[in-house]
């Protein structure tokens, strides 16, 4: 059973940064996606960045391109979210989520329809 578990959420300042972590276990994820969305109260949870487990590919939303780095560390199992020059916007609960289908189907999903597994979330907040 692949377990993932968020850290490093918190409070910061307009133009602040922080740095999301997703430890995973259970499985080895040489085949999956792995990424991060965020969900904003009355909101739906949107896409905010993927990694391809395999080759380090990123992807990144168009909101958080140039602000925001994904990163995994193979040696770890862990996937990480740099995120600088935050803006109250950015402001959620953000959730790691992996997809174990990405390599059979050649994927790199944006849908959170698409991710099988889930963490429990890590509320960040972002004052002006």
């Known amino acids: 059973q692949v377990q993932l578990a968020e850290s490093g959420g918190g409070l910061v300042q307009a133009g602040g940064s922080l740095r999301l972590s997703c430890a995973a276990s259970?499985?080895?994820?040489?085949?999956?996606?792995m990424a991060w969305f965020r969900q904003a109260p009355g909101k739906e949870r949107e896409f905010v960045a993927a990694?391809?487990?395999?080759?380090?590919?990123?992807y990144y939303a168009d909101s958080v391109k140039g602000r925001f780095t994904i990163s995994r560390d193979n040696a770890k199992n862990t996937v990480y979210l740099q995120m600088n020059s935050l803006k109250p916007e950015d402001t959620a609960v953000y959730y790691c989520a992996a997809d174990p289908r990405s390599r059979v189907y050649s994927r790199i999903s944006y849908s959170f329809y698409d991710y099988e597994y889930w963490g429990q979330g890590t509320q960040v907040t972002v004052s002006s």
């Open positions: 259970g499985r080895t994820f040489s085949s999956y996606a």
């Open positions: 990694v391809r487990w395999s080759d380090g590919n990123t």
